[in-house]
């Protein structure tokens, strides 16, 4: 009897931690967004790969390399997700900059800058999601 209450308590202690684990919030960050000039085409990112404006990538000052992140554009609603593999100063009034084809999905183009909000993901979650672009990164597929 001593035995089964003890695998009860430990089975709820279970549950818990595990709720616990699962309903942590994610890191979320709202702020103005630009996006790379053209000129920056080429260049080698702070993670040592070559920037390409085709692809969903992102500049962040203090994110991973390599850290998925949704970011909503908060006038129009529209979003992105985009690999963090760039660095941008902590100095400035902006929270991430967007790799150009980033940028357009969320028609930041015209004004080339606008508030959003940012939310960091995993792999897992695109399956949640369900519509990333091909442009992100094969290996998330």
């Known amino acids: 009897?001593?035995?089964?209450?003890?695998?009860?308590?430990?089975?709820?202690?279970?549950?818990?931690?595990?709720?616990?684990?699962?309903?942590?919030?994610?890191?979320t960050q709202t702020g103005l967004a630009s996006y790379y000039s053209d000129a920056f085409n080429g260049r080698?990112?702070?993670?040592?790969?070559?920037?390409?404006n085709k692809l969903?990538?992102?500049?962040?000052?203090?994110?991973?390399?390599?850290?998925?992140?949704?970011?909503?554009?908060?006038?129009n609603n529209k979003t992105v997700i985009v690999e963090i593999n760039d660095r941008c100063a902590k100095y400035?009034?902006?929270?991430?900059?967007l790799s150009k084809a980033a940028a357009k999905q969320i028609d930041l183009l015209t004004s080339g800058i606008a508030s959003v909000k940012l939310e960091v993901i995993t792999p897992a979650d695109l399956n949640i999601i369900g519509n990333f672009p091909d442009t992100l990164l094969i290996k998330y597929k």
């Open 92 to 97: 400035k009034n902006r929270i991430i900059d």
């Open 1 to 27: 009897m001593v035995l089964f209450k003890k695998l009860i308590l430990l089975f709820f202690l279970s549950v818990n931690f595990i709720n616990f684990c699962v309903a942590q919030e994610k890191y």
């Open 56 to 75: 969903y990538t992102a500049a962040h000052a203090t994110l991973k390399f390599h850290t998925l992140v949704k970011i909503t554009n908060i006038y």
């Open 44 to 52: 080698f990112t702070s993670s040592g790969e070559k920037y390409n």
